[in-house]
């Protein structure tokens, strides 16, 4: 236990190194709890022996431990009222009746990292949700395309696709043709798999060059079915000043990069939910802030990843802000 005095210095300590990311030492707490600078070192010195707050290297400021921002959390962080500046901004895109959702809460989770500078990241269901309705394709000469998925849950997913070989216009269209009838009601995570047993020998009975157009829309299927989640602010991470070491950065982005790793990003519970330094697979000096959504029956999972000294009441409002307009 600790006192109402005690719990309000941490907050201040913690919430000033939020702000400033620098050690905060006893002088500059004394006229705001109105006591002397021994008391204020004694409380620092209890709050240190709770393993609420943890000594600096540099300075003889205190910062807030792990154990700290995790009591910070769960008994004093109140969550803030939303700016209306974020509101505006959030609002313009989920009342654009010209959206689907699914690219509504890509594109508000891109305004989040936006405004707190922090990463975000959309994990959607597995793509056996998502089965093909239709397959476009523009063509831009006679070496490039671009492939573009609509599904049934609303989804359209485009790729840049370069041909090995020129080919002529109409073979791209009439080959197009051919798989918008064979392919059409399948789950994406199933086309590859089809177009190479069953669609492959089809295609090779009536377009000349086949093989190059097959090749090019194998990669493109393969690519949509693993394209499952979005990240936005990746490199907000490395401007924070807690890592400013070249192998926290190198291992940082590397697990950025991994499709594994952010896959088990996933979240579970209901709620949005908190998981701070070691609480987490990431990375002891980060915390992820997660919450589990649903439209129609397809499940997935928002979040954003930042320093430890995260603006906590902030981007828990935002996060709510989005699952509330999502299940709305």
């Known amino acids: ?15 000033d190194y939020i702000k400033t990311a620098r050690p905060i030492g006893s002088k500059s707490l004394c006229e705001i709890l109105d006591c002397s600078s021994a008391t204020i070192r004694n409380e620092m010195s209890y709050l240190e022996d709770m393993g ?19 009591y910070y959390v769960d008994n ?22 010209s959206i689907v959702l699914s690219d509504a809460i890509s594109k508000s989770m891109e305004i989040i990292s936006s405004i707190t500078n922090y990463t975000a990241v959309v994990l959607g269901s597995t793509s056996r949700f998502n089965k093909v309705t239709k397959v476009e394709v523009v063509p831009i ?25 020129k080919v002529s216009v109409a073979e791209i269209k009439q080959t197009v043709d051919l798989i918008n009838k064979l392919i059409v009601g399948v789950p994406i995570n199933e086309v590859s798999d089809l ?24 990669s493109a299927f393969t690519d949509f079915s693993d394209n499952n989640f ?9 401007m924070q000043p807690e890592f400013n070491n070249a192998d926290k950065i190198r291992d940082i982005v590397s ?6 790793f952010i896959n088990s990003i996933k979240e579970e519970d209901n709620g949005v939910n908190i998981y701070i330094g070691s609480e987490n697979s990431v990375d002891d000096d980060l915390t992820i802030i997660k919450t589990k959504y ?35």
């Open 1 to 15: 236990m600790i006192s109402e005095r005690q719990e309000r210095l941490l907050q201040l300590i913690i919430e």
């Open 52 to 70: 609420l707050l943890e000594k600096t290297h540099t300075s003889s400021g205190r910062v807030p431990s792990e154990k700290g921002y995790r």
């Open 76 to 97: 004093i962080m109140k969550p803030r009222e939303i700016d209306s500046k974020d509101v505006m901004e959030l609002e313009t895109i989920f009342n654009n009746k």
């Open 141 to 165: 000469d006679e070496e490039n395309l671009i492939a573009i998925v609509i599904t049934d849950r609303g989804h359209v997913e485009h790729k840049n696709v370069k041909l090995e070989e």
């Open 195 to 218: 177009l190479e047993h069953e669609i492959k020998p089809i295609i090779g009975q009536y377009v000349k060059q086949h093989e190059v157009l097959y090749n090019a829309f194998y």
């Open 230 to 238: 979005k990240m936005n602010g990746t490199r907000n991470i490395l």
């Open 255 to 260: 697990k950025f990069e991994d499709k594994e």
């Open 294 to 328: 649903n439209i129609n029956g397809e499940e997935g999972t928002l979040a954003l990843i930042g320093p430890k000294r995260m603006e906590y009441d902030r981007a828990i409002t935002l996060l709510n802000y989005i699952k509330q307009n999502i299940d709305n």
